[in-house]
């Protein structure tokens, strides 16, 4: 992509410290005509106070009118035009919980499944096991055996797995198993491409050994497979911005992304707080360039349409947010990797308010608060999620002219 | 183009039905500094309401600084990047009358003009003629014999005729006979490149032709014939939209390029007043997912520097509003395909303002009316006008989540 080719042109390293604080789906609407959104009604004496002397804008994640999923959302914010960069699940699911998946392997998500005595499933996601149940099963599935391909299986979170297949030939182009539906069988693996035949029989091969071996452990008897990938090859963070940087999020989706544009993931617990989290920041922010911080349970709130719920996860991270103004970045950016307003429960394709505060460079604009209201025609306009990282790295001086 | 790619694989039939009303050349520019545009002036209630209460925005036709023609400032609207998709003027103008144009047939623009003994130009519109009397002419003209070509012909509005060839080895790459001066004779038809070698051909002895019909037939005793064109093979509204769209306008170019994308043409009367038309919409409504309805006066009376005259009937259009609010659309769009100020006489470049009213989805900004200025910083921010249907689809929503 060019604006890479210009990245790895203009940026140095000057050791201006960028810190990116995402709060999943933070773009909302009003419950009623004349309304405030679930931000405008948050009360955030501290972002309003970063928004009152920083700059303001609204970002467009993939493009007008188009709701992104989280995966392309946060290529976006990352730089990467998701249009061009199409990354599948399995990869991003796998890397997030830290399995290796190299050049040739692929990536599947799995989930445990019931099915009847027929082979008809009673439940796509086997009554909803705990992460200790799954992790259980998981273990009965540890070393498969397949002819010339090692068959690795990762316990998620409750029903969910991760298999990464390592081996020569294989190929992502294969087809879901899981029909989306009950009360009909998995469906077989197919290939969608000769190359992936093989891959394809494999997958059928593994399924059926693990269903024997699933047998009496109900509600968990089955396995169903989705989203079979292979690692895109990203250009890495340290070479297209000269960043050393890391991430902390307690999904796995968020840090299997990070991954991918070479970030280091610090560790973290599925039950972190917005505070916690600000303090895994606090402990790793001398040994990064930048740091990626991602606050989940704004897009769960929207998406159960919790518009009060929503609002007190953004005033949980407000009041929490000292936390990060004590390390003095020398850019903080708040904003979301798109909006899940509570009123329309599902990602939407509003435009996300942002706010980069930048105290030597940023510029001032007239927003009074951070809002999408207040953001709009604030100094950074409406503009394209991809333009952010280069707007980041501008800010902390680390990019340089372009031309004499 | 990469952007139906995606609106084919996002887009799905959901049931939400759009409105598009177009005032041509609705933008403008106040008549003296400090004063108000046209839009600005007119006293619009209904408008007004709306864009209190929906989302407002500026709309860039082609390019910032470009001024449009009709034809590619509404492929735009209809979101067909009009730098990619070049139609001509010929194809335009004779589907917009019902001409059947297939795929290899050549559409061709006719004037009816006045010529003197020595076939020199005295009049390039033959006193402009009335439509009766150009209709006359056009009888004259049916079926001159062309070798393996069928030459039909007809009559479009006072002085202006429509032809198209139908055969094979046809081509548009052929130059205007209309000179655009008087005094001199009208030129024959060239070819621009080899290929349209046999059409030149075709067209001059057509000419010929017709000139010996005409004779005698004052003021319109001689032809001249512009715009040769041939289908452009547009994707299809159905197509990339998974829209059922229906196109209520007066004036035929712009049936003709709403039926290039594949909408129902509404029968309309030239003297339709605004009010008929909403009505006509009214009437097929329920037929329809997509109803596109043009105004074509605001621009008329841009183009004849009536400055009163273009704010009378931007009032006839709001008074007449209240028919089109009774069929409740979920999405309601507002807009112009370019700006024409009256104190410009002719279209202009200035971003056009529009206003997008989705009382479920919008996003209410602070916009207190429907005008230039109250739609700087809206919720919409400045876009470009290939954008607007992905955005309608996305508040009738219609878009499915691109990536998980």
Redesign the interface.
């Given at each position: 992509m060019a604006n890479f080719d210009l990245m790895r042109r203009l940026t140095h390293d000057t050791g201006g410290k960028i810190l990116l604080l995402v709060m999943d789906g933070v773009g909302g609407?009003?419950r009623e005509?004349?309304g405030l959104t679930e931000l405008e009604t948050a009360h955030t004496p501290n972002m309003d106070r970063l928004a009152k002397e920083g700059s303001t804008g609204?970002s467009i994640p993939?493009?007008?009118?188009?709701?992104?999923?989280?995966?392309?959302?946060h290529l976006a914010l990352f730089g990467y035009d998701?249009?061009y960069y199409?990354i599948g699940?399995g990869v991003l699911e796998g890397m997030g919980i830290g399995a290796l998946i190299g050049p040739g392997d692929v990536a599947i998500r799995g989930n445990f499944a019931t099915v009847d005595a027929n082979g008809l499933i009673t439940d796509r996601r086997a009554g909803r096991i705990s992460t200790e149940e799954g992790a259980k099963r998981v273990e009965l599935l540890k070393d498969i055996p397949l002819p010339g391909v090692k068959a690795d299986v990762y316990p998620v979170q409750d029903y969910r797995f991760a298999l990464v297949l390592h081996g020569d030939g294989l190929d992502g182009e294969v087809e879901d198993t899981d029909p989306q539906i009950t009360g009909v069988a998995p469906l077989p693996a197919k290939a969608t491409r000769p190359q992936a035949e093989k891959t394809a029989q494999l997958a059928n091969q593994w399924i059926a050994e693990a269903a024997k071996r699933l047998k009496g452990h109900e509600p968990a008897n089955m396995v169903t497979l989705r989203?079979f990938s292979m690692d895109p090859s990203l250009p890495k963070y340290s070479d297209v911005y000269k960043l050393k940087a890391a991430c902390v999020a307690v999904y796995p989706m968020y840090r299997g992304v990070s991954q991918l544009v070479g970030m280091d993931i610090v560790e973290t617990d599925m039950h972190d707080s917005a505070g916690d989290e600000f303090k895994r920041v606090a402990q790793v922010w001398n040994k990064y360039d930048f740091v990626f911080c991602h606050i989940k349970y704004t897009d769960s709130r929207g998406e159960d349409g919790d518009f009060d719920g929503k609002v007190k996860v953004i005033e949980e991270v407000d009041a929490a947010l000292p936390i990060l103004l004590d390390m003095k970045p020398d850019v903080f950016i708040i904003t979301g990797d798109h909006s899940t307003p509570a009123t329309?429960k599902?990602?939407?394709?509003?435009?996300v308010p942002t706010l980069l505060w930048a105290p030597k460079t940023h510029m001032t604009d007239r927003a009074q608060a951070y809002g999408?209201?207040e953001c709009?025609?604030g100094a950074l306009?409406?503009f394209p999620a991809t333009d952010l990282m280069p707007l980041a790295l501008a800010h902390a001086n680390r990019l340089a002219k372009y031309g004499a």
């Open positions: 609407l009003p005509q004349g609204l993939v493009a007008r009118g188009i709701a992104p999923g989280s995966g392309p959302a998701p249009l199409d699940r989203g329309y599902a990602h939407s394709w509003h435009p999408e209201r709009m025609g306009g409406q």
